[in-house]
């Protein structure tokens, strides 16, 4: 079969097969891929059918059915709590809000912090219609009222959705614990002459004492 | 002046701006949504846009290059923040290429007031008067709707957005909206006074008319941020 399909110039749609066709379609719906490096993926795949396609599959299928949200910090987790809110080395008195998983990802890769996190699952955006309800705000407030957290770090993004959500948070937040946000500026290995205007405002205005 | 930035495919976006001779324009920003670009095209930023399409009556696409940029100046300012997506939530009731160049000239000077002029919560309120008066809302605010006279403005008709001077509507104050003197040209007043009266009639009266309920959940915020001082 995978020479039926690889002999076809382009692989044109309807050439492969009804099945073929809806891999090929759902490939295409994922990040990055368009119609033509999703026919690429199909096709590698189905050379690839006992060593790498039927894991997929099976990995997919249990990865859909076990995974679910933390439902502590709304991360990835298999059990009710996930990995980082279940391990006890990690500082309860911290809270990490990120907007999304990705994120969360981020900042673990990075080593440098070691509380827990709070994922929102999006920011406030007037242009899509996403409020305080939409998001994960009010977990993030009873987590904080009812633990003892001393600090609440915003790790959201440097767009005006994302500073509007801090903003919120932080006025939600009042009075429950300290709230700071990450610091924005030069990145490291950055150089003033490509950066632009914004972020140099945003460093020089975050400048400190050496 | 960027509005809103919607993504667009895989590093596109589809740009809304409020422009000089064009009014309210969209387009799409080919690569707008990379990271090379993200940060230019952030809402309040002031571009200079190149508009192509085949038809007048296509989106078009846009070559825009950033002339100044806002957010940096109010991302850490929660209150101009909130005043700046107000903002471009009210300018969306503007028809799309319909010009409107006195209100443009003074929501330029508005958003660059932003969070650097101390007294801007009241231009931006007077700013709201203006898009009010664009809108076909304009309040009447120049003589007394129940004498006629034109000193001692003190309240304003929460139904037909007449001035009533303070002695006329001493009976019926409990039921009429104060009138701040900075609506007038003259000093005092606050501006969470005139964010209640510009509240009212935006989201009473002009909201209606262009199909909306209410005010946009963005300007609902700033309300509520003014009132929480």
């Known amino acids: 079969m995978s020479n039926e399909i690889g002999n076809r110039p382009g692989g044109a749609p309807g050439l492969g097969g009804e099945g073929v066709d809806r891999l090929i379609e759902m490939l295409a719906r994922l990040p990055g891929l368009g119609p033509r490096s999703a026919r690429r993926a199909a096709l590698h795949l189905l050379k690839r059918r006992e060593s790498l396609m039927a894991p997929l599959a099976q990995t997919m299928a249990e990865v859909a059915r076990t995974v679910r949200p933390c439902a502590e910090c709304g991360a990835l987790a298999t059990a009710e709590r996930c990995a980082i809110c279940a391990d006890p080395r990690r500082d309860a008195g911290l809270i990490c809000v990120v907007e999304d998983v990705s994120d969360l990802w981020a900042m673990e890769r990075s080593g440098a912090y070691a509380g827990r996190y709070h994922v929102l699952g999006g920011v406030l955006s007037a242009l899509d219609g996403i409020g305080p309800d939409e998001l994960r705000i009010p977990d993030l407030a009873r987590r904080v009222r009812e633990g003892a957290v001393r600090e609440v770090i915003l790790a959201l993004p440097a767009t005006m959705d994302g500073h509007t959500t801090a903003h919120y948070i932080a006025a939600q937040l009042e009075g429950l614990s300290a709230v700071t946000s990450l610091a924005q500026g030069v990145p490291v290995g950055g150089e003033l002459d490509y950066l632009d205007d914004g972020t140099i405002t945003a460093a020089l205005r975050q400048r400190r004492g050496l | ?229």
């Open chain 2, 1 to 229: 002046m960027l509005l809103t930035v919607r993504r667009l495919g895989e590093g596109g976006a589809l740009l809304e701006a409020f422009t000089a001779a064009h009014g309210r324009h969209a387009g799409v920003a080919p690569g707008g949504g990379s990271r090379r670009m993200a940060p230019l095209l952030q809402p309040g930023a002031q571009l200079d846009l190149v508009w192509r399409a085949r038809l007048e009556s296509h989106t078009g696409t846009y070559r825009a290059e950033l002339i100044r940029s806002r957010a940096a100046a109010i991302m850490s300012d929660g209150r101009a923040l909130a005043a700046m997506q107000a903002a471009a939530a009210l300018l969306r009731w503007l028809p799309e290429r319909e010009p409107h160049p006195a209100l443009y000239a003074r929501t330029i000077e508005m958003a660059d007031a932003l969070g650097a002029d101390p007294d801007w919560p009241r231009r931006y309120a007077a700013w709201e008067l203006a898009l009010l008066a664009e809108l076909g809302f304009g309040l009447d605010l120049e003589r007394c709707a129940l004498t006629g006279a034109r000193e001692d403005l003190a309240w304003i008709s929460p139904r037909t957005g007449r001035a009533v001077t303070r002695a006329a509507g001493a009976p019926w104050a409990d039921r009429l909206l104060p009138l701040p003197p900075f609506f007038l040209g003259l000093p005092g007043g606050d501006a969470a006074e005139g964010l209640r009266v510009t509240g009212h009639f935006l989201g009473a009266h002009a909201a209606a008319a262009f199909g909306h309920k209410g005010l946009p959940p963005a300007r609902a915020r700033l309300a509520q941020i003014f009132a929480a001082g």
